[in-house]
């Protein structure tokens, strides 16, 4: 059974940093895309944003131009664990993050087969 499981999310104050983990078990870890997403307060799943994705093979990583410089996602893949460290949050980011997986990196909700629970992150101003 596939699982993707999220912690790391909670309040914070704009300026502030959270570090977002994703435990995933039941798939081949090393050979799938691992992804962010957020769905903001009052949006459908359908909108949600992809944030930053990285393949674990090879380590590539992509940013949402909204996030580039300030999150940076990161793999242990010893662990099967996916990291989002987010600095210098804003208000703009509050949202349910979700952990998803595919095997490539995809922009849209539909692209991904797997996915956590979400973890909400709160950013206050």
């Known amino acids: 059974e596939v699982q993707l499981v999220e912690s790391g999310g909670g309040l914070v104050q704009a300026g502030g940093s959270l570090r977002l983990s994703c435990v995933a078990s039941g798939f081949t870890f090393d050979n799938h895309a691992m992804s962010w997403f957020r769905q903001a307060p009052g949006k459908a799943r359908e909108a949600r944003e992809a944030v930053s994705c990285i393949s674990v093979g090879d380590g590539s990583a992509y940013y949402a131009d909204s996030v580039k410089g300030r999150f940076t996602i990161s793999s242990d893949n010893a662990k099967n664990t996916v990291y989002l460290q987010m600095n210098s949050l804003e208000p703009e980011d509050t949202a349910v993050y979700y952990c998803?997986?595919?095997?490539?990196?995809?922009?849209?909700?539909?692209?991904?087969?797997?996915w956590g629970q979400g973890t909400q992150v709160t950013v206050s101003s």
């Open positions: 998803a997986a595919s095997t490539y990196c995809g922009i849209y909700e539909y692209e991904f087969d797997y």
